[in-house]
């Protein structure tokens, strides 16, 4: 069984300040890794994701994300925040199993609120 | 990628009554699957439905109270039945693509059960 946590369930941040948001997991196979983000009153999009490869996976809108097997986690990172980017983030995992179609494990979410 | 819709994008049910949600995707996918996101809540996954076979459940969910439907290769239906106040969500639908590693979601349908 998998599961993930997201160690803050908030985020308030300033403007053009830098963020952070921290995931751990665990699992007893290897994972495919995954952030969304889910803007206010909308579904779920995909901001990244680490498949394979090199641990420093960039994404869309300036979000990059590490993965460190040893820590076991996928931390998510922006250096500079704007006031669009106000919204819910979640980490995910699947396992490798393809045939379960990359059934996905979420994390509690946690909640940047951008301040000006 | 895929581009999801569902319809409808929020509703105001009664309690007692049932609600069919409908997920429809761009293109042909192997899998869809049913999440439901409680109020300030992650998203917790209801069912995987594969077009010809029967949904499978998740703990916790049953096919009586979410039957599913899904007829063909870019469409399925989730139905909540009997609402009571619980079931006020939102729910999502996702799509995945045999040889993918990535699942693509719907915008979610708002449900609100007085």
């Known amino acids: 069984a998998q599961s993930v946590t997201q160690l803050d369930s908030q985020v308030p941040v300033f403007e053009e300040a830098p963020v952070e948001l921290r995931c751990n997991y665990s699992?007893?196979?290897?994972?495919?890794l995954f952030w969304y983000v889910q803007y206010p009153n909308q579904g779920l999009q995909l901001l990244l994701k680490?498949?394979?490869?090199?641990?420093l996976v960039k994404g869309i809108n300036g979000f990059e994300a590490e993965f460190n097997k040893s820590q076991t986690s996928f931390h998510l990172r922006k250096p500079s925040v704007h006031i669009s980017d106000t919204a819910e983030y979640f980490c995910a995992v699947s396992d490798l199993d393809k045939a379960a179609g990359n059934k996905l494990t979420f994390g509690g979410g946690t909640r940047v609120l951008v301040k000006p | 990628s895929a581009v999801i819709s569902q319809k409808p994008s929020r509703d105001i049910c009664q309690r007692g009554t049932s609600l069919t949600i409908q997920c429809q995707v761009d293109?042909?996918?192997?899998?869809m699957f049913w999440y439901r996101q409680q109020p300030g809540q992650s998203l917790t996954l209801i069912a995987t439905?594969?077009?010809?076979?029967?949904?499978?459940?998740e703990s916790g969910f049953v096919i009586d109270k979410f039957p599913i439907s899904r007829p063909n290769l870019t469409f399925s239906t989730l139905t909540v039945s009997n609402m009571s106040p619980e079931d006020s969500s939102i729910y999502l639908c996702?799509?995945?693509?045999?040889?993918?590693?990535?699942?693509?979601f719907g915008p979610g349908t708002r449900l609100t059960v007085l």
């Open positions: 293109s042909q996918v192997t899998m």
């Open positions: 680490y498949l394979s490869g090199s641990t």
């Open positions: 699992s007893s196979v290897s994972v495919y």
């Open positions: 439905a594969n077009q010809g076979s029967e949904a499978t459940y």
């Open positions: 996702s799509s995945w693509r045999m040889g993918g590693d990535t699942q693509y």
